[in-house]
């Protein structure tokens, strides 16, 4: 079965239908099939249990591995989309893959299945834009939480495929392990103090230049003057080479005011395409991780009939964006699920994992997909729950940071014809 991946954006992709299983590396990303098992390294009993829980997730779930210190809010909306267009093909809720079906020619535009192939193509394009803010958000709100102070935290998506939330035939978490909360607009230091680095040493160059040309033209009016004036330019090189060790000397005392143990480093700047190309990549590398999921009889791939599609995410009561609306109802269901997943995972407690089977009789298949960083999945970073910190806080900061599932307003309905 044929996986696709975005190619130039959110709208315009290719189809890659000839994938390899073996382990591959591409630029900034890493891909880990399902098969894979790492060696495990001889160091602490914290290194010795992430090891186990990645191979666990190895042989439960198809595991992104990013060569990045974090996900940031971008990457995670990109592929998070990504992913959508793989559901929605792989559950038989569309004929071709979604970037296909925009390339399809189609031929009178009133018929049904024309408005159903524009209307889903519209809602794709819509949730598109909607991901690459929903992250940001999400990122604030954790930022926000009370006592909430972990530098990398975990996000997770929902994609349910049925006739409602409750009823739904498919469930499909997405995992982020790695997402850096974040406060949305505020200015990161260590970039700007690099950028300006770097520009005050593009302006000491070109001062450099200036200053090499303006002593060009004076060794030429000085060669017409007479004899006895030459001890003056002696006198002006003197006094120039005394300003050349005083701006040496600033710049050493620049370098060593410099802090040398950030915590966490300084962001490397990625330019805008440099941007572009890592996400193409990690959206080709989750294409061939699926791809070899499947082959190897662990992927997402199910015929059902068309339905509808929902989108959910969790997110605490602060959580705030335009097109997500809270779902207190589903919370408890979804909540069940997601701790099947990670259980499944290595991730869960053995208190949960014991709850988890008393209170399923007969379990329904949790499916999913976990992105982390080249750290790996942490199992300290598990799913927050809403006990008190050990800081007081206000009630109402206490309610604010209740994870809840919140799903978005928009709508995706299966077709087959076209």
């Not at 559950?91 to 071709?96: A, D, I």
């Not at 926000?144 to 349910?160: E, N």
């Not at 030459?230 to 005392?253: I, T």
């Amino acid at each position: 079965m044929p996986y696709f991946s975005h190619k130039d954006g959110p709208l315009s992709a290719g189809l890659e239908s000839t994938f390899g299983v073996g382990e591959s590396k591409i630029q900034d990303v890493k891909e880990f099939p399902a098969s894979e098992t790492k060696l495990l390294p001889d160091t602490t009993a914290t290194t010795l249990r992430e090891d186990i829980v990645e191979e666990k997730v190895a042989t439960s779930y198809p595991l992104v591995k990013l060569e990045v210190d974090k996900v940031t809010d971008a990457t995670a909306g990109r592929l998070a989309t990504s992913l959508l267009g793989h559901v929605l093909f792989l559950k038989n809720q569309v004929p071709f893959p979604v970037m296909q079906l925009g390339r399809i020619p189609g031929g009178k535009t009133n018929t049904r299945a024309a408005k159903q192939r524009t209307e889903l193509l519209a809602s794709y394009d819509t949730i598109s834009s909607h991901l690459d803010t929903t992250f940001s958000a999400l990122s604030t709100a954790l930022s926000r939480c009370a006592g909430y102070d972990l530098k990398l935290a975990q996000a997770h998506l929902a994609i349910l495929v049925g006739p409602s939330l409750i009823t739904a035939k498919s469930k499909l978490i997405l995992g982020i392990d790695g997402l850096e909360p974040s406060i949305w607009g505020t200015r990161d230091e260590a970039n700007i103090f690099q950028q300006n680095v770097q520009d005050s040493g593009e302006t000491e160059d070109e001062d450099g230049e200036d200053e090499d040309e303006d002593g060009d033209d004076d060794d030429d009016n000085d060669d017409e003057e007479s004899d006895g004036s030459e001890e003056m330019p002696q006198d002006s090189e003197d006094e120039e080479s005394g300003e050349e060790d005083s701006e040496s000397e600033s710049e050493e005392e620049n370098v060593n005011s410099k802090p040398a143990n950030d915590d966490p480093p300084p962001t490397t700047y990625m330019s805008r395409a440099e941007e572009q190309r890592f996400l193409q990549n990690a959206d080709r590398l989750l294409s061939r991780t699926l791809a070899a999921a499947d082959a190897e009889g662990n992927g997402i791939s199910s015929e059902l009939s068309p339905t509808q599609t929902h989108i959910l995410i969790r997110a605490p009561r602060r959580f705030n964006h335009p097109a997500w609306l809270p779902r207190q109802n589903a919370t408890a269901t979804l909540d069940m699920a997601l701790q099947d997943f990670l259980n499944n995972s290595g991730l869960g407690t053995s208190e949960h994992e014991v709850n988890s089977c008393s209170k399923h009789v007969k379990k329904s298949k949790i499916e999913g997909v976990w992105i982390t960083t080249r750290q790996g999945l942490r199992p300290s970073a598990l799913l927050r729950e809403t006990s008190p910190s050990l800081v007081s806080h206000s009630a109402k900061d206490l309610e604010d940071d209740e994870m809840i599932w919140w799903s978005w307003d928009g709508k995706f309905q299966g077709f087959s014809d076209w």
